[in-house]
C-alpha cells in the first residue's frame, strides 16, 4: 500500500501487503477421489505494527458453532481498523467437517496430534502444517469448540490460568466462566505453550448445531480480546449509526472453576434431564432421574457438591458410566449465577450489531 512501511506478511506461498486481506488455500493432501484438501485461512494484514492472532475452528470437524462465529468476525467494519493480523480458519479439519465427523478417515483425533510431523500420518501431518503456517507465525491464539457429539457446553474460557498472559487473554474475552485447564498431551493448545504463545479454547454451544446463544458472546470476546492486546481500537462511546450514546453493560470479572467434574450415570437407562446450563445446584439437589423404557427402574441422580453445570448430555440414552452433567465449583457460587443473569440480559447488545456492515 502507498506510504506504508510495514513488511508483508507471507503465508501458504502467498504474499500479503499492509492494508489488504485475502483468502490463502494452502495445500494438505489429495483425497482417494483426487481431489484437494486445502486449510482455507483468512488473513487480514493492517496497515499499523501490531500483534499476529489467530483463530482457528472445527478441529474436531462436527463442532461447527466456530465457523460461524469466524464468518461474522471478518464481516465486521471495525476489523478495517486492525492493527497487526488476523489469521482465521474456519475449517482445520475439513475431511471430518465433509462428513460431519469429529475424527479424521483414520479415526485420529486432530486435537492430540500436535505439533505434528511432515512425515507422519493424515492428523500428524494436517497438525504440521496449522503449526508452521499458522499458530508459528502468531503471537496469540483462540481455538473454538463446541461439546463433543450430544453433549452441550454453557459458554466458557478454559486456559492455563497459572499462565500470567494467558490469564490476562482469558478475562478480556468477557465470559462469565474460566475453567483453569491443564495443557493436555498432543493438544495444539500444549504447543503453542512449548512456543511461547498464549491461547484460549473458547468452548459453547453443541455439535452439528448453530447456537446463537454460543455464536454471539464469542464474537464479542473475541473482539474485545483484540482491543485488549492492542488490535482494534476501544470502544465508541456513541453508535456511528445513529448517533446515540452507545449502551453499556458493566464489566464484571469472571469466575475461575476451583474444580470441576462429571457426574456420572450410575445405571444404564433413559435420563429425565431436571437441570439445565447455567443453573446453580447446592449438594443434594435433583439433576435427573434415569428410568428404564419399561417403566420398572426409577433411579435420582443428585447433586454431591454445590456447583454450576457448565456441561450436560443432550441424548437421554444413557450406559452406566456415561458423563450426564459437567459441574464446575466455584468459591462465590451465587454472585457466579448473578454474573450469568446478567450475561444473558447483554446477549442483544453485541458488537456484531453494533459494528458490522
Known sequence: MPGSTRKPFSIGGTTIRAGERAWVDIPVTRQYTHNEIHLTTHVIHGRKAGPTLFVSAAIHGDEINGVEIIRRLLALSLVRRLRGTLIAVPVVNLHGFISTSRYLPDGRDLNRSFPGSNQGSLASRLASILMEE???????????????????????????????????????????????????????RESAADRGIPMLVYEGGESLRYDEWAIRPAVRG???????????????????????PMRRVKARDPFVARSNRWVRAPVSGVLRASAELGRSVAAGDLLGVICDPFGQLDHPIY???????????????????????????????????TALEGFDEAEPLRVDEAESE
Open 303 to 337: 447433586a454431591q457438591r454445590a456447583g454450576l453445570v457448565i456441561g450436560r448430555t443432550r441424548l437421554p440414552l444413557v450406559n452406566e458410566g456415561d458423563g450426564i452433567y459437567h459441574i464446575a465449583h466455584f468459591e462465590q457460587l451465587d454472585e457466579v449465577a
Open 134 to 188: 499458522v499458530v508459528g507465525q502468531a503471537t496469540h491464539g483462540i481455538d473454538l469448540h463446541t461439546g463433543a457429539q450430544h453433549r452441550s457446553n454453557l459458554p466458557q474460557i478454559r486456559a492455563n490460568l497459572d499462565d500470567a498472559a494467558t490469564a490476562s487473554l482469558a478475562r478480556a474475552f468477557g465470559v462469565p466462566v474460566l475453567i483453569n485447564s491443564r495443557l493436555r498431551d498432543g493438544s495444539l
Open 222 to 244: 473475541i473482539v474485545d480480546t483484540m482491543r485488549a492486546i492492542g488490535m482494534l481500537p476501544e470502544r465508541a462511546s456513541k453508535s456511528k449509526s445513529t448517533g446515540q
